[in-house]
């Protein structure tokens, strides 16, 4: 084996050419044992101690051997992500969320598609973590609703986080991205422009964040003595092509609204083009308003007014939350924060009403 030198605090060492656990505990003058505490950042360390391993680690350019970190602690050092979610950008977003939190620490992700309404998907679900040996999940919603499947995965010894649009399991296993108060704060707006005849295009009314945004928007319109108009509530699919379907509906009423705000941003997309296909002038004549804040939001024109949810944030939320349970003080996932708070995005699809 090719041998090098090493100059670490002060000492010239002779080590292997890859440095080994067995060089940092060496020349930190420790056990192997607090080493791997210091990898695994376990709190269990003394702080002195702590720094004199992390210097020789830095020095060393010791970076820990994947698999022989999953032969030590029986892990795979991987995570599976499972979602039922046809937005490809909130998909995308949320991927590159985890990914950033990933970075470093040795975890790989795995994507996993599931059929929400299936009754199949439990056992889909744990064959996936059993086939893959996961360390644990990410469920996103309309999943992550699925109080069964969080059971199972309990039963199975599987830690998991649900990114839920509210607080459906304890602290340490959801991440809530607040959508009541976005779609609430985004109706606040329109109301604000002088808008009382406001659509509302929600998604499929078996999904909770559905449920939550309707919420919201409903609670908004009562506070200020508007009332509900449910010709104007219509449900999509959350897709571009349900926003088109939706946009008809809307606006050829006897009544039309004078804005519309789509739970996502690519109903809102559908629902823009089909008042331009109407030559209806947005936003003059029709404000439209849309929620994720996805890519696609800042590339139209008129470019879209949406709430933006963080929706990378909360994917590394949900990853540092999972890490922290399959550390050796598993119970600091209780203490990273839970809720992500949703942010209106004003751009030039809202406008204040015109009165004729």
Known sequence: MHKGLWNVLGTTEIVSKKPT???????????????SRVINDSPNVKSDTRSKIQAVIQQL???????????????????GLVYDNPNALYISDIQAGILHACYGTGYELIMHPGDFCSH?????????????????????SPISQLDKLAHSLRRNHCPYIRISPKKIDAVANVVV????????????????????????VLGPSSNLSSEEKFEGF?????????????????????????????????????????????SNDVMALGVLKTAQMMGIAVPESLSIAGYDDS?????????????????GFMGELAAHKLMLQLAPDRDRAKL????????????HSTAAVMHV
């Open 21 to 35: 656990i067995n060089d940092v505990a060496r020349l930190s003058g420790v056990s192997k044992k607090t080493v």
């Open 61 to 79: 350019d010791y970076a820990p051997d994947p698999q022989a970190r999953g032969l030590a602690f029986r892990r795979s050092y991987l995570i």
């Open 120 to 140: 199949r998907l439990i056992d889909q679900v744990q064959h996936f973590v059993h086939r893959a040996r996961l360390d644990g999940v990410i469920l996103l």
């Open 177 to 200: 991205s607040n959508d009541r108060k976005g779609a609430f704060l985004m109706t606040e707006h329109l109301i604000g422009l002088g808008h009382r005849e406001i659509g509302f």
């Open 218 to 262: 409903h609670e908004a319109m009562k506070q200020h003595g508007i009332p509900l108009r449910k010709r104007l509530v219509i449900e999509g699919a959350n897709t571009f092509e349900s926003g088109v379907a939706a946009g008809e509906q809307a606006l050829t009423r006897a009544v039309p609204p004078s804005a519309i705000f789509a």
């Open 295 to 311: 890519a696609h939001a800042s590339l139209v024109w008129p470019d879209l007014t949406t709430v933006n949810q963080s929706v």
């Open 336 to 347: 990273v924060d839970v809720s992500v708070e949703p942010k209106l995005v004003i751009r």
